[in-house]
């Protein structure tokens, strides 16, 4: 099956730091990728949608400010969580649908992000 | 607007027994999928089998097979011959078909299944 890598798995970082999530779909091109946040023990609520060469698309409640999208190039978005919180201490997945047809979901293996 | 629901938190079934997980939906769309997706621990979320509404028929793979009752809006998942490495948190995820954009999926809320020795 296709294959998206995410990175990193894990990052600790202070309150007021910026982090950046990196999403790659390895073996396939994707105009559009899905950024999600999952709490301990919940389902994955759907943060944005990510185009590439276009601005994102945020869900309601969702801070753009906050949850900076980039969307570069047919192979790689990037979610970048800008000053940090501990609040914001969460795991961090992101999925890429592989076009034609049912457009199945491919998912990266997730970022927890722990802020101190 | 589309709900998923699954109604069971957490379910247990014995080694090499079936088990059957809930999901019901709410659309107003006529054509759309249903998926089963698995997160172990690992949280690697894991496509299990998939359901086009269109086809009566219900999807099977190996061990794996749905109850999908449309008119119900009914999709449950089957699991036979429960193998330890079936321990996973299993959600039902929705899906529109939008012929000219987006994919999003509805994710319901999860059902942790426990396998037992």
């Known amino acids: 099956g296709a294959v998206v890598s995410q990175h990193p798995s894990r990052v600790i970082c202070k309150s007021g730091t910026s982090v950046k999530i990196e999403c790659r779909s390895l073996d396939f091109q994707a105009t559009t990728m899905f950024w999600y946040r999952q709490f301990p023990k919940q389902s994955l609520m759907l943060m944005a949608t990510s185009n590439e060469g276009s601005k994102a698309t945020y869900e309601q409640g969702v801070e753009k400010d906050k949850f900076l999208i980039n969307h570069a190039s047919l192979t790689l978005s990037t979610l970048t969580v800008t000053s940090a919180h501990p609040e914001d201490s969460s795991f961090y997945i992101c999925?890429?649908?592989?076009?034609?047809?049912?457009?199945?979901?491919?998912f990266g293996a997730g970022t927890r992000l722990s802020v101190l | 607007a589309q709900t998923v629901t699954q109604s069971q938190p957490e379910m247990s079934v014995q080694e090499a027994e079936t088990v059957t997980l809930s999901c019901t939906y709410d659309?107003?769309?006529?054509?759309?999928?249903l998926f089963w997706y698995k997160q172990p621990p690992s949280r690697q979320m894991i496509l299990v089998i998939r359901?086009?509404?269109?086809?009566?028929q219900n999807a099977t793979e190996n061990r794996f097979s749905v109850n999908f009752q449309k008119a119900a809006k009914s999709f449950s998942l089957k699991i036979s011959d429960s193998q330890l490495g079936d321990a996973a948190m299993y959600f039902c995820a929705y899906r529109a078909v939008r012929y000219s954009g987006t994919y999003k999926y509805i994710f319901g809320t999860g059902t942790r299944l426990k396998v037992l020795a």
């Open positions: 659309t107003s769309e006529s054509d759309y999928y």
């Open positions: 999925s890429a649908p592989l076009s034609g047809g049912e457009n199945i979901q491919y």
């Open positions: 359901q086009e509404a269109y086809k009566q």
